[in-house]
Nanobody, 120 residues
Framework: QVQLVESGGGLAQAGGSLRLSCAASGRSFSNYWLGWFRQAPGKEREFVAKIAWTASSTYYADSVKGRFTISRDNAKNTVYLQMNSLKPEDTAVYYC?????????????WGQGTQVTVSS
């Protein structure tokens, strides 16, 4: 059973930085994509970024491209989201997720979420 535990959220000022971590456990992730979604109050959950576990492929939402960087440490089974040049509209609960390649997204695993608040 996949377990994902996020950490690193908090309060930042506009223009500041935060780094989120997602510790993954429960299985081998060699066939997985891991990444981040976020959900702001009153809005639907939206994709932020993802990274392939065994390749250099990364994808970003247009809204964060150039400001956020996703990376991984396979030895620590951890995925990171470095968030720079934060904006108030980045305020949301950020969720780590794991998607097995070729499987239905309804089978994805999710973390409990971590709150990011950006003040203007």
């Amino acid at each position: 059973q996949v377990q994902l535990v996020e950490s690193g959220g908090g309060l930042a000022q506009a223009g500041g930085s935060l780094r989120l971590s997602c510790a993954a456990s429960g299985r081998s992730f060699s066939n997985y994509w891991l990444g981040w979604f976020r959900q702001a109050p009153g809005k639907e959950r939206e994709f932020v970024a993802k990274i392939a576990w065994t390749a250099s492929s990364t994808y970003y939402a247009d809204s964060v491209k150039g400001r956020f960087t996703i990376s991984r440490d396979n030895a620590k089974n951890t995925v990171y989201l470095q968030m720079n040049s934060l904006k108030p509209e980045d305020t949301a609960v950020y969720y780590c997720y794991a998607h097995a390649h070729g499987y239905n997204p309804t089978d994805d695993s999710w973390g409990q979420g971590t709150q990011v608040t950006v003040s203007s």
